[in-house]
């Protein structure tokens, strides 16, 4: 067990819909990141937050947006979905200078 | 650039044998290296790490070694078991603007034949 932990663990939905995927980090890891992985494939790095505010951003949509809160859990939102939008989405967080403790992710399925 | 989604290359290995995954990283200034296991459904798991002062690490069954020459980074399994089936990824972490960024490589799927 990371100490990372993602919800839903499964989720199903249709094109044109938007979800929201939430995300607690390990107990006193400011930094969070999202991941999103398709089948067989590596990870690519969508956004990463630290403390609340947004550090870095990778290869992430416009349909898609994050944000962390005052309590440090993070939320990845995506909106009108499309099947290409099907992934494993895996929350990571870090101590400034350590490595990445990743969550189970969660899976999307978009029909 | 950031990692590529490429289909996974397969390493077979025989049980009792010794495994060598590659990885290549792009960022001469990446300062931090990690080895992640992940097993079908789960996420990635921490193997072993290695800054970049160094160039080998040894951990229980596992070696990382670092060419920071020619950008190259190894995880060798010693004596690799059924257990050790799974995706092997590396990372690299470079400080980009203030902001660490870690970078994945393709990954490497060992499987382990009995």
């Known amino acids: 067990d990371s100490g990372v932990t993602q919800t839903p663990k499964h989720l199903i939905t249709a094109t044109g819909q938007r979800v929201t995927l939430r995300c607690s980090p390990r107990s006193g890891d400011l930094s969070v990141y999202w991941y999103q992985q398709s089948l067989d494939q590596g990870l690519q790095f969508l956004i990463q937050?630290?403390?609340?505010?947004?550090?870095a951003k990778g290869n992430i949509l416009e349909r898609f947006s994050a944000q962390q809160f005052p309590d440090l859990h993070s939320e990845l939102n995506l909106s009108s979905l499309e099947l290409g939008d099907s992934a494993l989405y895996f929350c990571a967080s870090s101590v400034v200078r350590g490595e990445l403790f990743f969550g189970e992710g969660s899976r999307l399925t978009v029909l | 650039g950031e990692s590529v989604g490429l289909h996974l290359p397969t390493l077979s290995v025989q049980e009792g044998d010794n495994s060598i995954i590659n990885c290549a990283y792009s960022n001469s200034a990446s300062d931090y290296f990690i080895w992640y296991k992940q097993e079908s459904g789960k996420g990635p798991q921490f193997i072993i790490d290695i800054r970049s002062n160094m160039d080998k690490r040894q951990g229980q069954r596992v070696t990382v070694l670092l060419n920071k020459t020619v950008k190259h980074l190894s995880l060798q399994i010693a004596a690799t078991q059924p257990g050790d089936s799974a995706v092997y990824f590396c990372?690299?972490?470079?400080?980009?603007?203030?902001?660490?960024?870690?970078?994945f490589g393709t990954g490497t799927r060992l499987k382990v034949l009995a």
């Open positions: 990372a690299s972490r470079g400080d980009t603007s203030g902001t660490y960024k870690y970078i």
């Open positions: 937050y630290y403390n609340g505010e947004e550090r």
